[in-house]
């Protein structure tokens, strides 16, 4: 029986999820698998064959490091060699690898011992942080450094999280060093651009295979419910958006903007905004901080009229794929990997930025 031992930032939220499904599957197909996972007051409940890699206080002082330093995937030395003394006693046939950044591993460690026991890596990006010096995302800064060597990082000190010092052209040289070289890793990314992105980068030795991202259909389907009338929404056009990390990158200026310019005929449907962001939008957003569970979402989906996604950085965007499942048509920017999932039959594709044709679009749509 082979073991796999999949590796990601938590065991909770949309890769946490995504790590655990396959996990799920691959104990199916007969395979032993255990997960490990950084320390977060918002994982969720630890299983039988869970590796919790370092304690919750020495994550932070890794953290307060990083921030001085700059050298953000290369602390965590000794709570990884650690780590790596249990890797040692399951002994993995494949190793599947998710987020390694923030902070809660080493790298640098992690790759040498890879490479040194020839283990096989499956590594699945959800983001760009892999080939870059620090960055998850540079569509909104229009960055092309990442190619050629990164330096005079135009990513916001203050994002991701902030640092005091730009290491962005040290990172990268390390992070080539420690990535590449590997006997046999193949490369899963969830869209057809962010493999284009691998393929212009230095992990573009490796195999890039496109595997979309899968949801729940047994919970994201269409869902009856009150919602509308629990909210006395029942004669309008719903637009939602849906986002558990609202910020620029995710549209929430957008929302506000088209709050603006269209008429009470719409009532725009906002999930995972916090009580403290609520209170600042105009009165004619419906806030919910939180659902219960995935059914009060799937549940939420189904009431509203147009899904409304003006992500400007997204590898796939997962909550579109819900949404269709759902029955709900999207309208979304042209970026990232966003309007993969999206045709003529189920949606609408307009420019990034362009709010005016998105109002065009969800007027269009909502006849």
């Not at 986002?243 to 957008?254: I, T």
């Not at 419906?286 to 549940?299: H, P, S, V």
């Amino acid at each position: 029986m082979k073991t796999i031992l999949s590796i990601n930032l938590g065991n909770f939220g949309s890769t946490g999820n995504i790590m655990r499904g396959i996990s799920k599957a691959a104990e199916q197909s007969g395979y032993t698998c255990w997960q490990a996972y950084a320390p977060d007051r918002n994982n969720g409940i630890a299983l039988e064959r869970d590796i919790v890699i370092e304690s919750y206080n020495v994550r932070r002082l890794n953290e307060l490091y990083s921030r001085y330093t700059g050298m953000r995937g290369f602390q965590a030395y000794f709570s990884t060699k650690a780590f790596l003394k249990k890797v040692d006693k399951i002994k993995p046939d494949i190793i599947h690898l998710h987020n390694l950044h923030n902070n809660y591993i080493h790298v640098g460690l992690l790759f040498d011992y890879i490479k040194k026991n020839r283990i096989k890596v499956v590594w699945t990006l959800h983001d760009c942080w892999a080939f870059t010096g620090r960055c998850p995302y540079f569509q909104m800064s229009g960055c092309k450094r990442w190619k050629t060597g990164c330096h005079d990082c135009p990513y916001p000190k203050e994002e991701y999280p902030s640092v005091r010092v730009d290491k962005s052209d040290v990172l990268w040289k390390m992070k080539k060093a420690a990535f590449t070289g590997v006997e046999n890793l193949t490369i899963v990314t969830p869209s057809e651009w962010l493999a284009g992105l691998v393929k212009e980068s230095f992990l573009k030795e490796y195999p890039v295979q496109v595997i979309y991202n899968g949801i729940d259909l047994d919970v994201f389907k269409p869902t009856p419910s009150d919602f509308r009338s629990a909210y006395g929404i029942g004669g309008v056009k719903v637009l939602l958006g849906v986002s558990f990390n609202w910020e620029k990158r995710k549209g929430l200026d957008v929302f506000i903007e088209l709050s603006k310019m269209l008429d009470n005929r719409y009532k725009i449907v906002l999930v995972g905004i916090d009580a403290q962001t609520g209170k600042t939008l105009p009165e004619n957003i419906l806030t919910i901080e939180r659902t219960r569970d995935k059914r009060e979402l799937a549940q939420i989906y189904t009431a509203a009229n147009i899904f409304v996604n003006p992500t400007r950085e997204e590898a796939l965007g997962m909550v579109n794929l819900e949404a269709l499942a759902c029955g709900t048509p999207v309208v979304t920017f042209r970026t990232g990997g966003s309007p993969e999932c999206i045709d003529d039959t189920c949606g609408v594709v307009v420019a990034c930025d362009d709010i005016q044709a998105l109002k065009t679009a969800i007027e269009e749509m909502a006849v």
